[in-house]
């Protein structure tokens, strides 16, 4: 059972190139998270989606797109990147949230970007 | 809007000392409470959840945490720290059953534990 995996673990850009961000998770879960998480800082949320198909922006979604085609499958594409979008990125899964259900996010171990 | 505020950015413990980190939370209506940990270049990693019933909860590693409602606090607590404990420990809180499950972070305690 991988859990929620991430794909690359590293990258370096240059200002105004693009890429995807990879999330899979294999735990059938409808909630998927992403997460941006700058030094010092706690977690901020850029895009969730509560099952396929369905996607909405959080705290900070500016220069992110997302697309849920599967329950599997949630890439992140940062398009035009900025020197301001070098941070760690974490994806994360849950079940549903319910009375009693909801047992908090699974993580992925992160992307960590830096846009030169 | 719901908020986490970790007051102490930076604790120092000796190992087998004992620990509380602390943590206030702002929301309206009945919130999920959770603590996460994160290893040094690792994603994090659920400690415990509170969401209703005892308001003292377990979780892994040793790990405890009180909810008190009337100072808006859940606090995470360990007897004995121990030099593997040393990590960022992040407060979350989470709406229950609406908000798509969305959870708000503090922005982390790190913990160094002396020898």
């Known amino acids: 059972n991988a859990g929620v995996t991430q794909t690359p673990k590293f990258r370096i850009l240059k200002i105004g190139q693009s890429m995807t961000l990879q999330c899979t998770q294999d735990?059938?879960?409808?909630?998927m998270y992403w997460y941006r998480q700058d030094p010092g800082m706690g977690l901020k949320l850029i895009y969730y989606?509560?099952?396929?198909?369905?996607?909405d922006k959080g705290e900070v979604p500016n220069g992110y797109n997302v697309s849920r085609s599967t329950t599997e499958d949630f890439p992140l594409r940062l398009e035009l990147a900025a020197p301001s979008q070098t941070s760690v990125y974490f994806c994360?899964?849950?079940?549903?949230?319910?009375?009693?259900?909801?047992?908090?996010?699974?993580f992925g171990s992160g992307t960590r970007l830096t846009v030169v | 809007a719901q908020s986490v505020t970790q007051p102490d950015i930076h604790i120092t413990v000796s190992e087998g000392a004992s620990l509380e980190l602390r943590c206030n939370y702002s929301y309206g209506a009945t919130p999920y409470l959770f603590w996460y940990v994160q290893s040094p270049g690792q994603g994090l990693q659920l400690l415990l959840k509170y969401f209703s019933g005892d308001t003292l909860v377990q979780g892994i590693k040793g790990f405890e945490a009180e909810f008190k409602r009337s100072q808006s606090s859940f606090n995470l607590r360990k007897p004995s720290v121990h030099w593997s404990d040393a990590a960022e420990y992040f407060c979350?809180?989470?709406?229950?059953?609406?908000?798509?499950?969305?959870?708000?972070f503090g922005d982390g305690t790190t913990l160094t534990v002396k020898p």
């Open positions: 994360a899964s849950s079940s549903d949230v319910g009375q009693g259900d909801f047992s908090g996010y699974t």
């Open positions: 735990m059938n879960h409808n909630y």
């Open positions: 989606s509560v099952g396929a198909g369905i996607t």
């Open positions: 979350a809180v989470g709406a229950y059953n609406t908000n798509a499950g969305k959870s708000t």
